[in-house]
């Protein structure tokens, strides 16, 4: 995506980060007496991860969560100084650069301890590590027939000094049906593995398993850290929206406004014709902005007071709208909503889509220009 200082944008992703600080103020009184981290991996779920993480530490926040060592390491360089912990590399990662700019690190593996390790010794400093242990989700984490060697070789390193054991931390499988049995299971596998560690002498700092569905629904999965991700941006994992607000709009300029005949066909293969005498407006946005092809004759934009049907197949660059009468005038330069908290809310898209609205948040890119606004204290 484009960055922000560009101007005139005709298609633009805008976020607005008083909705980032007012989530995060309702993920905290969901958290009780436990931290947040605020999880801004893939560049903020696509709303921006510096801008979003100074926002949400501003709100509240005791810390962000990436997934790689590159991403921790902008977040740095951005001069966010709050902890920060990457949970996704493979062994030859730059861990080095993880621990001397101070980055947690998550582990997942013996290999991946190993290279931390490494690190650690030709960095000349303690490395701090976390146990992402696999509790049933078979991704990423510790397998438990591997847990117990890990274990044994990350008990010397935590004496020794050359390692910190800040956390124990797992992910979970179905936080988004909140009565899902397997939820318990997932409980119960997480705190037998805390208690392994500690019969090998390791004490973790805290440990942490709610994601943003077990952090709104679940309170007995709390524990000492929650990490939400898309429900900061405002999206809901479950049917209860809790007060969130949407943080991103995505809108862009119209380019054309024309008439059509009756019998006439609209963009490629003619898959809509005109029934009448019409007016179209021309949307300079495709899929190689973000607009989904599937979505071509069945998705809606705000635009002049109204919800204005696509007709005709989403193309590259550009779809159009029928604007039937154009009754409110809409003309070239006026703004189309795409989805947003004026507009369609990105859930319309992803039932259309059959996926879920996390997708269509970090769908724009290419030529779409990222806006940030909002008075949320950035620090």
Not at 25 to 33: K, M, Q, S, V, Y
Not at 326 to 332: D, K, L, P
Request: hydrophobic share 45%; aromatic share 6%.
């Amino acid at each position: 995506m484009a960055g922000s200082g560009l101007v005139n944008a005709q298609v633009e992703t805008v976020v607005d980060l008083d909705a980032i600080a007012h989530n995060m103020r309702i993920l905290r009184a969901h958290a009780g007496d436990a931290a947040v981290m605020a999880v801004v991996k893939a560049d903020g779920y696509n709303h921006g991860a510096v801008e979003v993480g100074r926002a949400a530490l501003a709100a509240g926040a005791a810390g962000l969560g990436v997934t790689t060592v590159g991403e921790g390491l902008a977040l740095r360089r951005a001069g966010i100084t709050a902890p920060i912990l990457c949970w996704l590399n493979n062994s030859d990662a730059d861990f080095a650069a993880a621990v001397a700019a101070d980055i947690e690190i998550g582990v997942s593996s013996l290999s991946h301890l190993r290279a931390v390790e490494r690190a650690a010794r030709t960095a000349g400093g303690p490395a701090t590590v976390s146990l992402k242990v696999d509790t049933g989700l078979n991704r990423n984490g510790i397998a438990p027939t591997e847990y117990p060697v890990v274990l044994a070789a990350l008990e010397p390193l935590v004496r020794a000094g050359t390692l910190r054991l800040r956390a124990i931390f797992s992910h979970l499988a179905h936080a988004d049906e909140p009565e899902h049995p397997f939820l318990d299971v997932q409980r119960d596998r997480f705190l037998t593995a805390i208690a392994t560690a500690k019969t090998h002498g390791l004490e973790p700092e805290l440990v942490h398993l709610a994601n943003s569905a077990a952090t709104l629904t679940r309170p007995d999965l709390v524990f000492d850290m929650v990490r939400p991700g898309i429900a900061m941006y405002g999206l809901s994992p479950v049917a209860d929206d809790f007060g969130l607000r949407p943080a991103m709009t995505l809108q862009a300029q119209v380019a054309l406004v024309k008439r059509v005949a009756a019998g006439e066909g609209v963009s490629y293969g003619h898959q809509w014709t005109a029934p009448r005498d019409t007016t179209v407006a021309l949307i300079p946005a495709g899929y190689a902005d973000g607009v989904f092809r599937p979505l071509s004759n069945r998705f809606e934009v705000w635009l002049g007071g109204a919800r204005r049907r696509n007709i005709g197949r989403v193309c590259m660059d550009q779809f159009v709208v029928d604007l039937g009468d154009n009754a409110a005038g809409v003309t070239e330069g006026d703004t189309a909503v795409l989805f947003g908290p004026e507009g369609p809310h990105p859930q319309e898209w992803a039932d259309l889509l059959d996926t879920i609205h996390y997708e269509v948040v970090c769908a724009p890119k290419g030529r779409v220009v990222r806006r940030h606004t909002g008075t949320a204290p950035r620090l």
